[in-house]
């Protein structure tokens, strides 16, 4: 029997997701477990573990021939280890060498989890045929990862692409991370939510206060709501114009939960990219939503694999 | 006779400057001519020959392989042409087409100028040994070039590393290219001079309002002259952080003439990298002077036509 698979990680603050995935990018198996993010470093291991022994006692196990790693950053893929904000009990966590001690020394690689999101909508989505892309996953955080000459750009620790954190508002407000007027600090969901709230919006009956309730209010006309998503629509656009700047992409692909606003999103996204992206090679800049919805993780850590450790490679074949 | 030498020309709104250069990087043969930047097209074309006609006449002439061209921007390296802003008789001039007509059918490479100094830096000046750097040139305007995973990154057009239009101030003032809050609009020479002025520094009985006496006013103790440079550096910082976020670069190498402000420009600009670099992987971000000076045009175009129109190439060997 070849080895025509490979295993795929997802892991985030409150899921980690496995499975086993084809050359064609197809979900064959699959296996979760919550993350246990307030608890000790072993017991986020044994609950990796769980995972990975619900796809090794797979009849399937045998035809995989490396894992991928997808994980909330940051990640350090030069040193094998992981430290994500929202998982305290890992901080530089050897977790590549843990995985690969579970999975019978088979080769393991780590991308962080902007990186994993943008080699799934390379190889499947929105950006599939694109050789300069950027990536956005716009959500609780905002993160991202590019393609560059056709290859997924992880730079030396695969963390390349944090988009959500450049400062597209230098005297801006402080964010969690130390620097101020980050793109996360003005575009994020609960940022949407926060400024809403400020300004006066008001949830329903219902008391939905997240960035998805914002949005419906805005499709039904209430100005500080629309004002709210047009705020964070610029600070995406001064960010992604910033990278169309500096590296040359062809398309900016937006996916993750405050994606899911649609046209309260797009439309002020796309013209405030006419304000910021002004220099002729940036002008012809597309924009668009993701298609891989919640498979992105598990199937970028896939292609990750598939990729290994050649920074140069750029197919994902098997 | 063996072909080791390459031709480079180095085109901007003052001066065009030729050269043949050997693998070592080193300036056998130099021509010039000012740029007659005010006059049509085909004028400044003329002054494009006169300077390759030096070149051709030599006896070194026959070891040319190839040239390289950096030119002032915008270019577009995929159709050969360029607009340079300050020189209005070329708008999508075949400047390409044209030296290759005039070089016997040679090879030639396009790129920016910012590219061109990053090639120079990285062959033989301060980001030599480096796999993932930042040049800029800070001066009239603010340019700049990356390498990347050991190669130059030029982007599909030749005009990636442009970090003189990046936004670092969403709301800030309109700059001349349409955008608002970028790089150059607060750090460029001619804005640090301009808000030093603004806020009532007074030039000495030379008249000398440059940012270079601005600078001797900062050394010299004046609040408002070092408040200037501190309000570029802050903007420089900011802009060279989001790259490395970005695309995690492990070293920013600064030139041009307001570079010449030493420690006026860098003790401010390592501070404020320090607040607005924060993520763990780009915070061994190294920041250097450029080594290459006033030939780094004519070494970075050579560079270039050593690279050819291989996008992956990485080593500047003929």
Known sequence: MHTDLVAALDIGGTKIAGALVDGDGRILLRAQRPTPAREDGESVMRAVGAVLAQLTASPLWERASAVGIGSAGPVDASAGTVSPVNVPGWRDFPLVERVRMAVGGRPVTLV??????????????????????LCLVVSTGVGGGLVLDGRLHRGP????????????????????????????????????????????????????????????AARAGDPVAVASYRRAA??????IAATATLVEIEIAVVGGGVAGAGDVLFAPLRHALDEYATLSFVRRLKVSPALTGTDAGLVGAAAAALLGGRPGASAYVG
């Open 112 to 133: 962080g989890d902007g990186v994993a999101m943008t080699a799934a909508e390379h190889w499947q989505g929105a950006a599939r045929g694109y050789d300069n892309a």
């Open 234 to 239: 610029q600070a995406l656009a001064a960010g």
């Open 157 to 216: 620790t695969g963390n390349a692409g944090h988009i959500g954190h450049i400062s597209v508002d230098l005297d801006g407000d402080v964010c969690p991370c130390g620097s101020r007027g980050c793109v996360e600090r003005i575009a994020s969901g609960p940022n949407i939510a926060r400024r809403a709230l400020d300004r006066g919006w008001r949830p329903g009956p219902d008391g939905d206060v997240t960035a998805a309730a914002v949005a419906a």
